[in-house]
């Protein structure tokens, strides 16, 4: 049920390289805050842990998550370090269930990361749990939702 | 004496509405059931085009695919149609525990009616669309026992079926390879069984008197039914799978029926149908979807094998339920009652220890039980069950008259 990216391919390889450079020349310039700015996320929920070395903002699309229906979800990550994979899952921790599907991730040109293959099949409080993996340590960053 | 008259106020205040003789009452729904009963409608849903399908709402191919479906020639001995499982008087389901096409199956035949609104079409949603899984009995030797190759020859050799398929798919059975003119022809069928939408029923008039604030019309609705869906989407929490217009979420779930089907024999569900529609040359995936962008493979794509599928079930509808028995994927249970019973008595050592934690014994009163019985009998349209205007039948009733070249 979880998605995953990492360096699997030389294309993918140039294009995180890219990303990795980008970011650490978007970060040797600006904050980790700034450069997570929502606004350059709309409809996006950022996910900031005091003195994390990362944060990480992310938003559905379409920005209302509704039961049954298929969805993806845009993922910005600012880390000081580059980041070497990301995971994405989501489950219904009153259920104790996860979903029905695994979504699939990939990263965008922009540095940011696209999963897709969500679709939460009952209404009620869903929660996204993101895994990122940067320097040799994971971060862990979940958001709960609640699906109509 | 004042303070008395006081407590009978509190009390009378904490009755719930009755009906005076044959008054209609409407319950006092809070916020929070009225969102939840909003959430059932409003019915019919947007009639979505199957973009796999190029003749999807076509009229012609849906009047070819009326006639393909009460046509006994598409099986191994010329007498088993879609129709001999799919009867328009059993709301095209056929009212056994389960099947007999040309040997006997081991589930029961659900009702085609509302069948164009699935995600995943059959009790372990082996196939991703309404034309593949009208492919999948016709092939299946315990059902139709035939094969493509015939059915194409079939197209190719009726001149009436001949003249038809020309006129839907503009061009000749014979242009296009056997394998290609059989999807077309299951193709048809879909076609024809987009038109089988249920009218609006009890509970459709109820919502939308409801949703406009009209509390006199929503007290036509009766008193029985009302308390029956206040349980459904409280206590039962059944809305928690039964969800939306449809009242179902179009996934699966493993609701504690037995899938031994015969000693040491038993029926993977769930888990055997993402094994079949992953591997399967005709679904979305595939080169024969009319799509080219392929949009609709999303769940086909990202579909995960759980261990938890096994014994898992497609969530039925519950439109039509009160004339839809036997129940079950197996028919198991015969009545509406005795799924209450089954929900409210239910025995949690038959879940997977990995499976939903949300199911539990609802132990519910006998009134209880009767009042969620008469809800769910409020689902249910009068008559065909069917709004009778969308189907093709005058047209497949005409004879064709081939397009000039």
Known sequence: ?148 | MRRFAAALLVVAACLPPKSIGNEPALLDFTPAERRAILAHGPWPPPLDLDASNRVSDNREAAALGQRLFFDGRLSANGKVACVSCHMPPALFGDRRKTSVGLAAVDRNSPSLINVRFQRWFGWDGGSDSLWAHSLRPLTDPREHGYTLERFAQLLATDAELSCRYQKAFGRKVGDVASEIAAVDGAKALAAFQETLVSPPTPFDIFREALARGDAAAGANYPLAAQRGLRTFVGKGNCNTCHVGALFSNREFGDIGIPFFIAPGKVDPGRHGGIQRVTKDPFNQLGGYNDDPTKADGKATRHVDLQQKNFGEWKVPSLRNVARSAPYMHNGSLATLAEVVRHYSELDEDRLHADGEKILRPLKLSTGESADLVAFLESLSASGLGVMVDKLPTALARQRCTPTAN
């Open chain 1, 1 to 148: 049920m979880r998605a995953e990216a990492r360096n699997a391919t030389p294309k993918m390889l140039v294009l995180k390289f890219c990303a990795a450079l980008a970011a650490t020349l978007c970060l040797g310039l600006v904050s980790a805050s700034q450069a997570c700015d929502l606004r350059t996320l709309p409809g996006g929920h950022a996910l900031a842990k005091p003195g994390a070395a990362m944060q990480l903002a992310y938003a559905s699309q379409p920005p209302k998550v509704e039961s049954d229906k298929m969805f993806s979800v845009v993922i910005h990550l600012c880390s000081r370090q580059a980041i070497e994979r990301i995971t994405v899952d989501a489950h219904m921790p009153e259920h104790r269930h996860g979903m029905n599907y695994k979504p699939t991730i990939v990263q965008n040109p922009d540095g940011s990361y696209h999963a897709t293959g969500f679709l939460f099949h009952m209404p009620g409080k869903w929660e996204f749990v993101f895994e990122v993996r940067a320097g040799g340590k994971v971060e862990r960053f979940s958001h709960a939702v609640m699906v109509e």
